[in-house]
Structures are given as structure tokens and as C-alpha cells.
């Protein structure tokens, strides 16, 4: 018969040994990801890195970095990180696409090393409904569509993000890998590269 003592270290050993067993899936599942980007072919849709929050991020006009929610220290670290990691792994990545706030083009360029702004990247709540369905149909055509060696990566926001792999919270750093299959596409996985 099991004491009421006994029966809290059991269950705390059955915990222990469940989250080990989810790291060695999340690095496992980590590897497979990073294997997939390796062999090309796939779009890359990550959220800006690590921003101080403050009251009236995103309802300013992108261009002005001086106005702007801009990266931290923290961000300018990840967003490093992020391109180390992707060179640590062999790779190859094509075309940085990326919403045309500044948080946005800076971690496309402290990891990738360049970022070309385009306006269907914008996050959602500062356009009309209707250009934020036009938005998200381009994301998704562009997805569908891509066929390459390397890799596209698409640098947005998190209202992006969610709407479009269907998670509800997406930090700042994440990214998530698709691999288009003709017709749609089929969600990789998500690698997250936290900020310090």
C-alpha cells in the first residue's frame, strides 16, 4: 500500500521523468527542423526579435526609426543569434523579406545580413480589414508558390505569424518552418532562439 508520502514521490518522479523526456523531444524535434532547413525549399516565418513594449507600438508610420518601437540590446543579441545559429547549421538563405518597420529590417539584417521591405508584411491592425486579407492571401500565395534550393525567410510580426500557422502567442524571435506541397503547405515545426 502506497503512504500518502510515497505517492508524492511518485508522482513527482513520473513529472521528472516526462519533462526529460519532452527535452529530448523538443531537441530531437529542433534537429529534424534544422535538418529540413538544411535541405532547402522551405519558407522561414519569424518574428521580429526582442523589443522594449511601450504604448503606441505599431500605430506609427514605418521609415521613421527615431519614432519607432526599435530592438533591445536583448534583440540586437537574438537577432545575431538567429543568423549564427542558421550559419552554425549550413543554411542557405535566399531572399529576406520583411515588414517594413524597423524592428523588422534590423533583424533581417543583424542575422541575415539584408532585408528587402515590403508593404504585405505590415502587422494587421494598422490597415483596413480589407488590406489585411489581401496581405495575408499574398503571405500565402508567396508560400504556396515558393520552389528554390534555399530557404525564404519572411521577418513579420506575431498577428502575422498566428494567422497563419494557427498558434495564438508567438514571441519575439520565433520562427516557424513551411514547406509548400503543392497546393498548400505543411508546418515543420518552430525553433525558438530566446533573447538573454
Request: proline share 4%.
Amino acid at each position: 500500500m502506497l503512504t500518502s508520502s510515497n505517492r508524492i514521490a511518485l508522482v513527482l518522479l513520473c513529472f521528472a521523468s516526462l519533462l526529460t523526456q519532452s527535452a529530448g523531444w523538443a531537441f530531437a524535434n529542433d534537429e529534424q527542423i534544422w535538418a529540413a532547413l538544411k535541405r532547402g525549399g522551405t519558407v522561414v516565418l519569424l518574428r521580429h526579435t526582442h523589443v522594449d513594449m511601450r504604448e503606441g507600438i505599431g500605430h506609427l508610420a514605418p521609415g521613421n526609426c527615431a519614432e519607432e518601437i526599435n530592438l533591445s540590446s536583448s534583440g540586437i543579441d537574438q537577432a545575431k543569434r538567429i543568423g549564427e545559429a542558421f550559419h552554425a547549421h549550413g543554411i542557405e538563405v535566399g531572399e529576406v523579406l520583411t515588414s517594413p518597420y524597423c524592428r523588422c529590417i534590423d533583424t533581417g539584417r543583424l542575422a541575415f545580413g539584408r532585408a528587402t521591405p515590403v508593404q504585405y508584411l505590415m502587422p494587421p491592425g494598422v490597415v483596413s480589414d480589407t488590406q489585411a486579407k489581401l496581405n495575408q492571401e499574398q503571405v500565402l500565395k508567396d508560400i504556396r508558390n515558393y520552389r528554390s534550393s534555399s530557404n525564404l525567410m519572411m521577418i513579420t510580426h506575431d498577428l502575422n505569424i498566428s494567422n497563419i500557422v494557427l498558434e495564438p502567442s508567438i514571441a519575439m524571435g520565433d520562427f516557424f518552418v513551411l514547406r509548400p506541397n503543392g497546393a498548400d503547405f505543411d508546418i515543420v515545426g518552430k525553433i525558438r532562439i530566446g533573447d538573454k
